[in-house]
């Protein structure tokens, strides 16, 4: 697919044109809002999309009570070229105190722009208006969590914006999740995103991603030890009126006590990645923490946007 036919394509599927009285299925929970449905935090992109059950400021896109893992401060950046100037990411910054954890996280995709054509009788390739067709896509997250024992509650306020062209629209939504810690080697979680809202731009209308997710995360040598890492991480998420996704995957590295240095490589995948950005299954990644900072690399093919190359950066105050 040409990139500014992908343009179009995914331009439509993220805020529709203007139309009479559209409407669409809304039981498919898939037919808007990519941006919702987009991994756009590496770590997790690498290990299949798994979040649900992960700690860290940026688990509150899969599970708001994750906001309460921050360990005091915690800020993450983090973004992708898509194609033709085109671009997504994500920025999250969370704060705890005692048992209460409070976090804000942004995601944006940005689709750029394409030149406006009028069709003349369909016939030949039409004649540009001058004009510049662009769409755009935010969601913010305002969630705050609370640790009770073993286990943590988290709810979420959500609002979607999307622009195409001169025509807009927003919705509100809710989200609610749990996260418990079964034994010092499995932390299971738990949610359920994006409740009620509904996106109408220029009259046509279309639902928020109502998703379900489940979660699960394994560390086989246990959180303590010094010199190996080992993780494996998995997911399970149903958008409404579509098939259930299962990802997951491993993260395995070497750590360095004396200078804090650790390094990791992971492997992920992906059931049915598909979606409006037609993805590879298989994900890859590499993390590098030094300290307090830490850098992410995600790697993942797709056949619309060609690779998909994820950079992040997280500051962890203590």
Excluded at 7 to 28: E, M
Excluded at 64 to 86: I, K, N, R, Y
Excluded at 99 to 125: F, H, K, P, Q, T
Excluded at 269 to 298: E, K
Aim: some cysteine; overall charge positive.
């Amino acid at each position: 697919m040409k990139p500014g036919h992908a343009l179009l394509a995914l331009a439509l599927a993220a805020a529709p044109a203007p139309a009479r009285a559209q409407t669409i299925d809304r039981s498919n929970g898939e037919a808007g809002a990519p941006i919702l449905q987009l991994t756009t935090t590496p770590r997790a992109a690498a290990l299949g999309g798994a979040l649900a059950a992960a700690a860290g400021v940026t688990s509150i896109f899969a599970n708001p009570a994750g906001a309460v893992t921050v360990q005091h401060f915690e800020a993450q950046l983090a973004g992708q070229t898509l194609f033709e100037g085109s671009k997504a990411g994500s920025m999250a910054l969370g704060v705890r105190r005692h048992a209460v954890g409070l976090a804000l996280g942004i995601r944006y995709l940005d689709l750029g722009s394409v030149d406006e054509v009028v069709c003349n009788g369909c016939g030949g390739r039409g004649t540009p208006t001058g004009q510049r067709l662009s769409a755009n896509e935010q969601a913010f997250a305002l969630a705050g969590a609370v640790e009770l024992g073993r286990a943590s509650v988290g709810a979420a306020v959500n609002y979607y914006a999307t622009t195409l062209a001169e025509a807009s629209g927003g919705a509100a939504s809710f989200s609610a999740g749990v996260r418990g810690r079964l034994s010092s080697k499995l932390v299971v979680g738990a949610s359920v995103q994006y409740l009620g809202g509904q996106v109408d731009v220029g009259g046509f209308g279309a639902p928020l991603p109502r998703t379900v997710r489940a979660g699960a995360e394994l560390r086989p040598l246990g959180p303590g030890h010094e010199r190996v890492h080992l993780l494996l991480a998995a997911d399970y998420a149903a958008v409404r009126g579509a098939p259930a996704r299962v990802g997951g995957g491993i993260e395995a590295g070497v750590a360095d006590p004396a200078t804090q240095l650790l390094a990791v490589a992971r492997l992920g995948y992906l059931s049915r990645a598909g979606g409006d950005f037609d993805q590879r299954p298989l994900t890859l990644g590499l993390g590098l923490r030094f300290h307090q900072v830490s850098l992410d690399y995600a790697y993942q093919g797709s056949a619309v946007l060609s690779s998909q190359h994820r950079l992040g950066l997280t500051f962890t105050g203590h």
